[in-house]
């Protein structure tokens, strides 16, 4: 607590700032250059003493434990994904890798699947993180016109697509809601 | 541990967080910057189309002929008028009035860039879309054939289809691909955005400067309207009432995110009264940015970039200003003399 409240006042001074610029902001009806830059310069001291504050507690607490925490996050990840659409690792659906085969993974950036340098072969698993802010819905067409859907993707989701055993030929992998991504995958065996 | 006691931690915390503020980071996490927005080079063309002069001058007088349509009474450029920005500034398109959730007309500026055409995208390429408005039957309502043999009849497309394609010969394959040509050349002129981001500070005023950082913060209207024509050329539900199932009528039923979804249209050049959305519902700029504020119907399939915010009416009004800078004024071309 006596730490807390040092903390604190070191910081009086900054939110007071901050409150005053906005203040001058709000009765001028406007974000004038200058408030904008006092704004900004203000902020970004004020959030250099957060991190501080956040770097010097984790640092002071030895109960702390870094690993729980990571794995708190992945938690709460994992329930905004549940509430959404559960992906098929969540429902228990994804099958162990097949005996002598490999799992790769794709990186999913925006709007373009990240070049891989991988050989895919059949029975291979493929796994995509999708690495933007922004929701993808990727489906695989096969050579003969067949179209698997992978999961509905949220930032920071994976999903995965199995090389079938009898996969021949190129794999185009595309989204619903950005058409834009398209990329072929060639299976030769 | 008292501050400053760390010194290894101020300074890591303070390199972070000054990082942070030069490099600029979007509410979404992602930077986002004046350059993203800055207008290409040139006009892109397929390698199976390649963009040539004498293509889109055939295309151009195509576009304009009402002979393409079955009672000689409709050209592409009836709903895609040069004085109405490439649209028709109806609610509805021309003789849909008895169709089932019609759609607005769509302008056809920039759309050189498009990888998915139609509200659905149910057409992949601009020669793949060309033929569509012809064959529709409350459109142009003529069939590829007809279309053909009655061109074949006017000597004065002979000398244009040898310019463009080295012989007269008239196909499906060379009617879509000129008029696919000279909707390629249709661009939006500079706007004031255009010349701000070149660098001219006094291009646009200083609430339209705060409307951009609303754009790209606060509203998140950049997560779906992006790059230089301010669109994704993809498909969201943004929660509006209606009966139309968009794209999703042409994905699998499986993909319930694209159930009412139809193609982020492009910000550029907007006429100032609308209509907006792909069903004309909305006539103003406040209105519509009111409805991103609510975030719209909350069914399974909204797009889960719709994300309620709130802006003050200074900043609703900030954020229209910026919109305004994005209009180059009309395009306009001169009409070509119609073959006989």
Not at chain 1, 53 to 61: E, L, M, P, Q
Not at chain 1, 138 to 162: A, K, M
Not at chain 2, 258 to 283: C, E, V, W
């Amino acid at each position: 607590m006596h730490k807390a409240g040092i903390k604190y006042n070191a910081m009086k001074p900054m939110f007071g700032r901050l409150w005053r610029v906005a203040i001058n902001a709000h009765k001028t009806d406007a974000l004038h250059t200058t408030n904008l830059l006092q704004l900004q310069f203000w902020m970004v001291t004020l959030m250099a003493a957060m991190l501080l504050i956040v770097c010097s507690t984790a640092h002071s607490a030895d109960s702390h434990d870094s690993v729980a925490h990571d794995v708190n996050n992945h938690d709460s990840k994992l329930e905004a994904s549940e509430k959404v659409y559960p992906s098929r690792a969540v429902q228990g659906l994804v099958e162990p890798l097949a005996a002598g085969a490999t799992l790769h993974k794709m990186a999913l950036s925006h709007h373009e699947l990240e070049a891989w340098s991988f050989v895919p072969k059949r029975k291979d698993r493929i796994e995509i993180e999708n690495r933007s802010n922004i929701t993808h819905a990727l489906y695989v067409t096969y050579p003969d016109g067949t179209v698997v859907n992978l999961e509905i993707q949220i930032p920071g989701d994976v999903v995965s697509w199995t090389v079938p055993d009898d996969a021949e030929g190129e794999y185009v992998f595309r989204c619903w809601i950005h058409p834009v991504i398209r990329a072929n995958m060639t299976i030769s065996e | 541990m008292e501050m400053g006691t760390r010194p290894g931690h101020c300074l890591m915390g303070l390199l972070l967080v000054m990082n942070m503020a030069v490099t600029g980071i979007s509410h979404a996490g992602e930077t986002v910057s004046k350059n993203d927005f800055l207008r290409p080079e040139g006009i892109p063309s397929p390698s199976s189309n390649p963009l040539t002069e004498d293509k889109a001058n055939l295309g151009k007088a195509l576009f304009f002929d009402t002979r393409l349509s079955r009672d000689n009474n409709m050209s592409c450029a009836t709903c895609h008028a040069p004085d109405k920005r490439w649209s028709d500034g109806r609610l509805r398109p021309l003789g849909s009035e008895h169709v089932t959730n019609a759609r607005r007309t769509p302008t056809v500026l920039n759309s050189a860039w498009l990888s998915a055409f139609m509200w659905d995208g149910r057409a992949g390429s601009l020669e793949a879309q060309a033929v569509l408005p012809i064959t529709t039957p409350h459109e142009m309502n003529f069939d590829l054939p007809s279309v053909i043999a009655r061109l074949e009849s006017i000597q004065g497309y002979r000398p244009l289809f040898t310019k463009a394609f080295g012989d007269a010969a008239v196909n499906k394959k060379r009617i879509t691909e000129a008029l696919a040509s000279f909707e390629r050349t249709l661009v939006s002129n500079t706007a004031p955005f255009d010349r701000w981001v070149a660098g001219d500070e006094s291009a646009i005023s200083e609430r339209s400067k705060h409307g951009f950082k609303l754009f790209t913060g606060k509203a998140q209207c950049v997560s779906c309207h992006k790059s230089w024509r301010f669109t994704d050329d993809s498909f969201h539900d943004i929660g509006l009432l209606t009966d139309d199932f968009g794209r999703g009528a042409k994905v699998p039923p499986q993909v319930t995110l694209m159930q009412y979804a139809f193609k982020t249209p492009s910000l550029r050049d907007l006429p100032i009264n609308g209509p907006y959305m792909h069903d004309g519902s909305m006539s103003s700029l406040e209105e519509t940015i009111k409805h991103y504020e609510k975030g719209g119907l909350d069914r399974k399939s909204r797009s889960l970039e719709m994300k309620p915010f709130e802006l003050t009416d200074a900043e609703r009004l900030s954020l229209i200003e910026f919109v305004k800078t994005l209009d180059g004024g009309p395009l306009r071309v001169d009409y070509p003399k119609m073959p006989e």
